[in-house]
């Protein structure tokens, strides 16, 4: 069974630096898609970044970039220049192509202050 | 971008009745339409995988009379919970899209069982 694992319940940073939350997966799969997801007080789920297993090369999404290492089984989430608006709850997210089961992990709390 | 408009946002009900949560896609067809369910400060848990014209597929541990799901058309998908009782209450979030591209999320529902 696949499982995503999020180590950091709450990270904070002060606005305009930079954050990493980590995220690692277990997988016997070799194809399959990453996400991180956004939630906000709000509770609406937005997409932040994607990433397919069968590209070696980095997503970047304007302030928002990963660290894809499939070897490890690990996919970090780079926050840079960091807004107040990014204060939410980030959940790594894990699909295989076969099961078509989106998979949570537990979420970090991501706190940025002024 | 793809929309999946989810109602009602919030409702309160008494233990022992019935709630009915839609979700609709509202610009493109989903064929499978997944409901999560979140407890406060936790991630997302899966709780079952429906499909249009055929019955939903239930992960393991969740009650299929308790939680009746029902898609009848490419655009709609609806989570029954039937005889509501207090440890029913719960975030619940229905979510389709495709594998590459992301899965849309509705914007959820709050249900409170007194």
């Known amino acids: 069974a696949q499982t995503v694992t999020q180590s950091q319940p709450e990270m904070s940073v002060q606005e305009a630096e930079t954050v990493t939350l980590s995220c690692t997966y277990d997988?016997?799969?070799?194809?399959?898609?990453l996400f991180w997801y956004k939630q906000p007080p709000s509770r609406q789920m937005i997409l932040v970044i994607r990433?397919?297993?069968?590209?070696?090369q980095n997503a970047t999404e304007n302030r928002f970039s990963v660290n894809f290492q499939k070897a490890a089984k690990s996919f970090s989430l780079k926050i840079s220049d960091s807004q107040l608006g990014d204060t939410a709850m980030y959940f790594c997210?894990?699909?295989?192509?076969?099961?078509?089961?989106?998979?949570f992990g537990t979420g970090t709390r991501l706190q940025v202050f002024p | 971008g793809a929309v999946v408009s989810q109602h009602p946002s919030w409702v309160i009900c008494k233990s022992g009745t019935s709630v009915k949560i839609e979700c609709r896609s509202l610009?493109?067809?989903?064929?499978?339409m997944f409901w999560y369910r979140q407890f406060p400060k936790q991630s997302l848990m899966l709780m079952a995988t429906?499909?249009?014209?055929?019955?939903?597929?239930?992960e393991q541990g969740v009650e299929k009379d308790k939680f009746l799901i029902n898609h009848a058309s490419l655009t709609l998908s609806t989570l029954t919970v039937t005889s509501a009782h207090p440890e029913d209450s719960s975030f619940y979030i229905c979510?389709?899209?495709?594998?590459?591209?992301?899965?849309?999320f509705g914007s959820g529902t709050r249900l409170t069982v007194v």
């Open positions: 997210a894990f699909i295989s192509l076969n099961t078509d089961k989106l998979i």
């Open positions: 997988t016997s799969e070799n194809n399959y898609y």
């Open positions: 990433q397919e297993a069968y590209k070696q």
């Open positions: 610009d493109f067809q989903a064929t499978t």
């Open positions: 429906s499909n249009e014209g055929s019955k939903a597929t239930y």
């Open positions: 979510t389709s899209g495709g594998q590459g591209d992301g899965y849309t």
